[in-house]
């Protein structure tokens, strides 16, 4: 079992910045990934992006490449999403995970992670 924190969540104007950080514990070694989903209000949890936890292999749904760039620090069991240019629309609960497996239908789906952590607030005001 892999214990997740989050953090780094908050309240920032459209068009700003935030830094997100999950910190892992527990049994990392047996997770292919590592990823962040969001969920906001009233839909479903969606695929943000993975990192192949020993690769650093990353993937991201098409629509937020280029604006989230998802990282990781093996020495201390860290994974990052930074997010640029935020919209209104990226409002949401962001969930990191642990799990997935060595391909996209594997990594892009929720079902494939077996840890989660508690999320944490994003919220972009226009």
């Known amino acids: 079992q892999v214990h997740l924190v989050e953090s780094g969540g908050g309240l920032v104007q459209a068009g700003g910045s935030l830094r997100l950080s999950c910190a892992a514990s527990g049994r990392t070694f047996s997770s292919y990934a590592m990823a962040w989903f969001r969920q906001a209000p009233g839909k479903e949890r969606e695929f943000v992006a993975a990192i192949g936890w020993s690769t650093g292999t990353t993937y991201y749904t098409g629509s937020l490449k280029g604006r989230f760039t998802i990282s990781r620090n093996n020495a201390n069991n860290t994974v990052y999403l930074q997010m640029n240019s935020l919209k209104p629309e990226d409002t949401a609960v962001y969930y990191c995970?642990?799990?997935?497996?060595?391909?996209?239908?594997?990594?892009?789906?929720?079902?494939?992670?077996?840890?989660w952590g508690q999320g944490t607030q994003v919220t972009v005001s226009s």
């Open positions: 995970a642990a799990g997935g497996g060595p391909s996209w239908s594997s990594l892009s789906v929720a079902y494939k992670y077996n840890s």
